[in-house]
């Protein structure tokens, strides 16, 4: 009557029937266990509403005049539509790749033909604070958190972040309206 | 808990750790060394289910606190969104729902143990009144938590119960509008109940360790009654009694998930599928049933202050057992009388219960006086007077023998199924309240829904969705559903594309835009269904006074009483399909001329399933009305069959996952309780 009565005596070299039982019941116990946990770990994920809320949004380009920029809320995350002007262009254009901490061509970061638009999600890459447009040495975003500075293609310059600004799933539907998501 | 410990650990940090913090060894004396009667019964192992049931509804209701909104106009669609759009939602909430049901029928089970096998007894006062202190905190917990999801039960529950104190001299409306926060049950009534309600069960649990401390001190009773004398009295806690109680936890999750993936609606009101509506009180006011015993006695008393006393004296009378009771022998066992009155308290008691979900007029309210009569005769009487003149049987002279003597298993079995089913009873009772006034129920239809392996017949809810659309929506909204689910699994499985362009033809209210104005644009997947009607007040205009209900949940929020014993017949059948009957049967039930007699208004229609049979909405179907692409018979049966079919999916979207899931549980359980029973049986064969 000592011990548990759960672990298998010495003397019985081989499993016995009852060991079996024992880590049988042991093991069908424990599976139900972990499963049961996954409902409750599940419910945190975005609910049904939430995902379908994602749905890509419109944006009409036409108020926005050159060197302005808005703010757009998509999937609740801030992002920049910005009018470039042509010397924020050519700055951005200019750049060598060798003077970026994370090297991407403005090209990649802009939809040809549409050059003077940049769309960028404006969240820090350091810690998520929301980046300010038009401040800051490279005539792009200065972030006031920990001063990340970004230039007008949004590409990390200099500070703590790591990462160029992200640009979000877009196209141009017309020449004055893009679709995000 | 009592005493030092045994335990002498050999592992070093154990042995550090323990010098400081003695906590392995309190476990190890109270849930491992600590010495249990060897001759418990199953009866014992529902404090062990009494511990699971707490720590589900304390985990279930704290994962469900992150998804509700406790604000009067949020309150009943938060509950929704989390039955329909929070992952595994709705198995939280009915875990939750079923479990408050669960934990009163575990805990009546531990009461009555305790009354039957004298377990109040000295030296166990303390320990029986820190019970009955559980008790009352868990009642004041589940009557809180019924007004949290804010339908017409929740609300007009809230109103009734609380009005109780009102019954109190000069003091009794000032307590009432303190409770409320307010002059009527309202917002700040809400918020406050939800923080209590979220408070409480931790209560709950630091009575619950005084409650297992006070055991632990006194050491537990037994069906024999005696106190252990020698070692050959006792087992070590682990792992005999924690096998048992194991097992015994492992059948009653499997009793458990019956209501949770196929009775989930069994328990709970259809009127509280109607938003709170402080304008309408339902025909009806019938409390959860764990308490109509207590509601009988209430209503059975003719005044007031008295009812209400009366009704808190029938639980505070408990404090007091194990005074009024004082024969030295425990168990009802070696109490030939007390058994036979504990038996009736038992009848009693459940006789209440019926009473309670009756309608308190005529005959209903004779019964009710004479059983709150046998209720506290059997306290202030019976048992003072038993103790006293009753002759007992000899006891035994020591737990072990009480083992030799005994192997009446079956009797115990048999017992258990009794009990079962008399509770069986008094659940149901609660449906059968308005009995009385229908004289026929709708025919039942053949559901695909229904049942354990019951599926939505996709293209039926389609055809539905057609008359819906072409039909129902002139007038009615259906405001809880979105058109992507429309396209979702499990439903009427339109193609995205489709629920696309269903979105698209409806104009969506929305902005304000940058200029300020609001406007219109074509639907998307993500919107709600758009109401015919912008709110209430033009619905009602434009409805001769009648505003039509919304009907995304008309198929649970309409039930009419199954009857006695057809219920308790319902319960292993599954039978749950009320709503679409009604639904179904009223689609049809409209005459032209009504009968000999009645008294038609001007504006109304005739309708044999409507209560009080008229009726504002004319009949909206006839054969013909809505085309169908599928050669299906386009007559009036047929549709109503369809759109009452589309209806229930409206109300239960997730019924084929909750079914598919039931059955995945109800199979694993089966086999762990199979598996225990077999590990149970080897490890105590070590201990006979
Ligand atoms: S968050 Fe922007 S610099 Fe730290």
């Given at each position: 009557m000592k011990g548990l009565g759960i672990v298998t005596t010495q003397s019985s070299a081989e499993p016995t029937r009852r060991d079996f039982l024992y880590i049988a019941t042991g093991a069908v116990a424990a599976v139900g266990a972990a499963a049961a946990v996954w409902p409750f770990v599940s419910q945190m994920n975005p609910d049904a509403s939430t995902i379908a809320a994602g749905a890509p949004i419109e944006v009409d380009l036409t108020p926005i005049a050159q060197g302005q920029d808005i703010k757009v809320f998509w999937r609740g995350k801030p992002i920049y539509i910005m009018n470039r002007t042509p010397k924020q262009v050519e700055e951005a254009v200019k750049t060598p790749l060798s003077d970026l901490k994370d090297p991407e061509t403005d090209q990649a970061r802009t939809k040809a033909g549409h050059e003077n638009w940049l769309v960028v999600t404006g969240i820090c890459t350091h810690l998520g604070c929301i980046p300010i447009a038009h401040e800051g040495n490279y005539d792009g975003f200065f972030c006031p958190c920990h001063g990340s500075q970004y230039d007008s293609s949004g590409r990390i310059r200099q500070g703590p972040a790591p990462l160029n600004l992200p640009v979000p799933p877009y196209q141009f539907v017309s020449d004055s309206k893009i679709q995000i998501g | 808990m009592s005493g030092p410990s045994t335990y002498q650990p050999q592992n070093p940090v154990m042995k550090w750790l323990e010098a400081r913090l003695p906590i392995a060894g309190l476990v190890h004396s109270s849930f491992i060394a600590y010495p249990t009667p060897r001759n418990l019964n199953y009866w014992w192992t529902f404090g062990a289910i009494l511990s699971m049931m707490l720590a589900v509804q304390i985990v279930t209701g704290i994962v469900l606190a992150m998804h509700y909104t406790p604000e009067t106009t949020l309150a009943f669609d938060s509950v929704e969104r989390i039955v329909r759009?929070?992952?595994?939602g709705w198995l939280l909430r009915n875990m939750h729902a079923a479990g408050a049901s669960m934990f009163f029928i575990a805990v009546y089970v531990h009461m009555l143990r305790g009354l039957y096998y004298g377990s109040y007894k000295a030296p166990r006062e303390v320990l029986w009144i820190l019970g009955v202190i559980i008790y009352l905190l868990m009642m004041a917990t589940g009557f809180m938590g019924y007004v949290l999801p804010w339908g017409q039960m929740s609300f007009w529950g809230a109103t009734v119960i609380t009005n109780l104190f009102s019954a109190f001299p000069y003091v009794g409306d000032s307590i009432v509008t303190l409770l409320w926060g307010g002059y009527s049950v309202g917002n700040p009534t809400l918020n406050r109940f939800f923080s209590l309600h979220y408070l409480l069960p931790f209560v709950i649990a630091g009575v619950v360790v005084l409650h297992v401390w006070a055991l632990h001190v006194t050491g537990q009773n037994n069906p024999a009654g005696v106190e252990p004398k020698t070692e050959k009295d006792t087992v070590p806690f682990t792992p005999y009694a924690t096998l048992k109680d194991v097992f015994g936890m492992s059948c009653f999750l499997v009793f458990y998930s019956w209501f949770i993936f196929y009775m989930p609606n069994y328990l709970g009101d259809a009127d509280n599928y109607i938003p709170a509506n402080p304008g309408v009180t339902p025909a009806h006011i019938v409390p959860e049933w764990y308490y109509l015993p207590f509601y009988a006695i209430l209503r059975s008393i003719p005044n007031k202050l008295l009812g209400v006393v009366a009704m808190f004296g029938a639980i505070l009378v408990l404090l007091f057992l194990p005074w009024l009771d004082s024969c030295k022998v425990r168990s009802s066992r070696y109490r030939p009388l007390a058994k036979k009155f504990f038996w009736g308290f038992v009848a009693t008691c459940l006789l209440l219960g019926w009473l309670g979900a009756k309608p308190a007029e005529g005959i209903y309210t004779v019964l009710g006086r004479v059983f709150t009569f046998c209720y506290f005769a059997y306290f202030l009487i019976v048992l003072p007077v038993l103790s006293r003149v009753e002759k007992t049987l000899p006891l035994p002279n020591s737990i072990a023998d009480d083992v030799l003597a005994k192997g009446k298993v079956g009797k115990a079995v048999a017992a258990s199924i009794a009990v079962l089913f008399a509770f069986g009873v008094t659940l149901g009772g609660g449906s059968t309240a308005k009995a009385a006034e229908h004289e026929e129920s709708p025919p039942s239809q053949d559901w695909t829904f229904a049942g354990p392996f019951g599926k939505y017949d996709r293209a039926q809810l389609q055809r539905g969705f057609k008359i819906y659309k072409e039909v129902c929506s002139n007038c009615h909204s259906l405001k809880l559903l979105q058109y992507r689910n429309l396209a979702e699994p499990g439903g009427p499985e339109f193609t995205l594309d489709q629920a696309k362009a269903i979105a698209a033809e409806a104009q969506i209210k929305d902005g304000p835009n940058d200029a300020g104005d609001m406007f219109e644009r074509p639907g998307r997947i993500a919107d709600t269904f758009k109401s015919p009607f912008p709110n209430e007040q033009a619905a009602r205009a434009a409805n001769g006074g009648a505003a039509p209900p919304d009907m995304s949940l008309l198929a649970k929020a309409r039930s009419y009483p199954r009857g006695f014993p057809q219920f308790i017949f319902d319960l292993f059948t599954q039978f749950q399909e009320q709503g679409p009957n009604y639904i179904d049967a009223l689609l049809q039930g409209y005459q032209d001329t009504p009968p000999e007699g009645f008294n038609l208004p001007d504006g109304s229609f005739y309708n044999k399933w409507y209560p009080g049979h008229s009726i504002k909405m004319p009949p909206p179907l006839q054969d013909g009305m809505v085309t169908y692409d599928d050669g299906t018979p386009q007559t009036l049966p047929q549709y109503a069959k369809d759109v009452a079919s589309f209806l229930m999916w409206a109300a239960e979207p997730h019924l084929e996952a909750r079914k598919r899931l039931g059955l995945q549980v109800m199979i694993f359980l089966i086999i762990l309780s199979g598996l225990l029973y077999f590990t149970k049986r080897k490890v105590w064969a070590n201990a006979h």
């Amino acid at each position: 009557m000592k011990g548990l009565g759960i672990v298998t005596t010495q003397s019985s070299a081989e499993p016995t029937r009852r060991d079996f039982l024992y880590i049988a019941t042991g093991a069908v116990a424990a599976v139900g266990a972990a499963a049961a946990v996954w409902p409750f770990v599940s419910q945190m994920n975005p609910d049904a509403s939430t995902i379908a809320a994602g749905a890509p949004i419109e944006v009409d380009l036409t108020p926005i005049a050159q060197g302005q920029d808005i703010k757009v809320f998509w999937r609740g995350k801030p992002i920049y539509i910005m009018n470039r002007t042509p010397k924020q262009v050519e700055e951005a254009v200019k750049t060598p790749l060798s003077d970026l901490k994370d090297p991407e061509t403005d090209q990649a970061r802009t939809k040809a033909g549409h050059e003077n638009w940049l769309v960028v999600t404006g969240i820090c890459t350091h810690l998520g604070c929301i980046p300010i447009a038009h401040e800051g040495n490279y005539d792009g975003f200065f972030c006031p958190c920990h001063g990340s500075q970004y230039d007008s293609s949004g590409r990390i310059r200099q500070g703590p972040a790591p990462l160029n600004l992200p640009v979000p799933p877009y196209q141009f539907v017309s020449d004055s309206k893009i679709q995000i998501g | 808990m009592s005493g030092p410990s045994t335990y002498q650990p050999q592992n070093p940090v154990m042995k550090w750790l323990e010098a400081r913090l003695p906590i392995a060894g309190l476990v190890h004396s109270s849930f491992i060394a600590y010495p249990t009667p060897r001759n418990l019964n199953y009866w014992w192992t529902f404090g062990a289910i009494l511990s699971m049931m707490l720590a589900v509804q304390i985990v279930t209701g704290i994962v469900l606190a992150m998804h509700y909104t406790p604000e009067t106009t949020l309150a009943f669609d938060s509950v929704e969104r989390i039955v329909r759009d929070v992952n595994y939602g709705w198995l939280l909430r009915n875990m939750h729902a079923a479990g408050a049901s669960m934990f009163f029928i575990a805990v009546y089970v531990h009461m009555l143990r305790g009354l039957y096998y004298g377990s109040y007894k000295a030296p166990r006062e303390v320990l029986w009144i820190l019970g009955v202190i559980i008790y009352l905190l868990m009642m004041a917990t589940g009557f809180m938590g019924y007004v949290l999801p804010w339908g017409q039960m929740s609300f007009w529950g809230a109103t009734v119960i609380t009005n109780l104190f009102s019954a109190f001299p000069y003091v009794g409306d000032s307590i009432v509008t303190l409770l409320w926060g307010g002059y009527s049950v309202g917002n700040p009534t809400l918020n406050r109940f939800f923080s209590l309600h979220y408070l409480l069960p931790f209560v709950i649990a630091g009575v619950v360790v005084l409650h297992v401390w006070a055991l632990h001190v006194t050491g537990q009773n037994n069906p024999a009654g005696v106190e252990p004398k020698t070692e050959k009295d006792t087992v070590p806690f682990t792992p005999y009694a924690t096998l048992k109680d194991v097992f015994g936890m492992s059948c009653f999750l499997v009793f458990y998930s019956w209501f949770i993936f196929y009775m989930p609606n069994y328990l709970g009101d259809a009127d509280n599928y109607i938003p709170a509506n402080p304008g309408v009180t339902p025909a009806h006011i019938v409390p959860e049933w764990y308490y109509l015993p207590f509601y009988a006695i209430l209503r059975s008393i003719p005044n007031k202050l008295l009812g209400v006393v009366a009704m808190f004296g029938a639980i505070l009378v408990l404090l007091f057992l194990p005074w009024l009771d004082s024969c030295k022998v425990r168990s009802s066992r070696y109490r030939p009388l007390a058994k036979k009155f504990f038996w009736g308290f038992v009848a009693t008691c459940l006789l209440l219960g019926w009473l309670g979900a009756k309608p308190a007029e005529g005959i209903y309210t004779v019964l009710g006086r004479v059983f709150t009569f046998c209720y506290f005769a059997y306290f202030l009487i019976v048992l003072p007077v038993l103790s006293r003149v009753e002759k007992t049987l000899p006891l035994p002279n020591s737990i072990a023998d009480d083992v030799l003597a005994k192997g009446k298993v079956g009797k115990a079995v048999a017992a258990s199924i009794a009990v079962l089913f008399a509770f069986g009873v008094t659940l149901g009772g609660g449906s059968t309240a308005k009995a009385a006034e229908h004289e026929e129920s709708p025919p039942s239809q053949d559901w695909t829904f229904a049942g354990p392996f019951g599926k939505y017949d996709r293209a039926q809810l389609q055809r539905g969705f057609k008359i819906y659309k072409e039909v129902c929506s002139n007038c009615h909204s259906l405001k809880l559903l979105q058109y992507r689910n429309l396209a979702e699994p499990g439903g009427p499985e339109f193609t995205l594309d489709q629920a696309k362009a269903i979105a698209a033809e409806a104009q969506i209210k929305d902005g304000p835009n940058d200029a300020g104005d609001m406007f219109e644009r074509p639907g998307r997947i993500a919107d709600t269904f758009k109401s015919p009607f912008p709110n209430e007040q033009a619905a009602r205009a434009a409805n001769g006074g009648a505003a039509p209900p919304d009907m995304s949940l008309l198929a649970k929020a309409r039930s009419y009483p199954r009857g006695f014993p057809q219920f308790i017949f319902d319960l292993f059948t599954q039978f749950q399909e009320q709503g679409p009957n009604y639904i179904d049967a009223l689609l049809q039930g409209y005459q032209d001329t009504p009968p000999e007699g009645f008294n038609l208004p001007d504006g109304s229609f005739y309708n044999k399933w409507y209560p009080g049979h008229s009726i504002k909405m004319p009949p909206p179907l006839q054969d013909g009305m809505v085309t169908y692409d599928d050669g299906t018979p386009q007559t009036l049966p047929q549709y109503a069959k369809d759109v009452a079919s589309f209806l229930m999916w409206a109300a239960e979207p997730h019924l084929e996952a909750r079914k598919r899931l039931g059955l995945q549980v109800m199979i694993f359980l089966i086999i762990l309780s199979g598996l225990l029973y077999f590990t149970k049986r080897k490890v105590w064969a070590n201990a006979h």
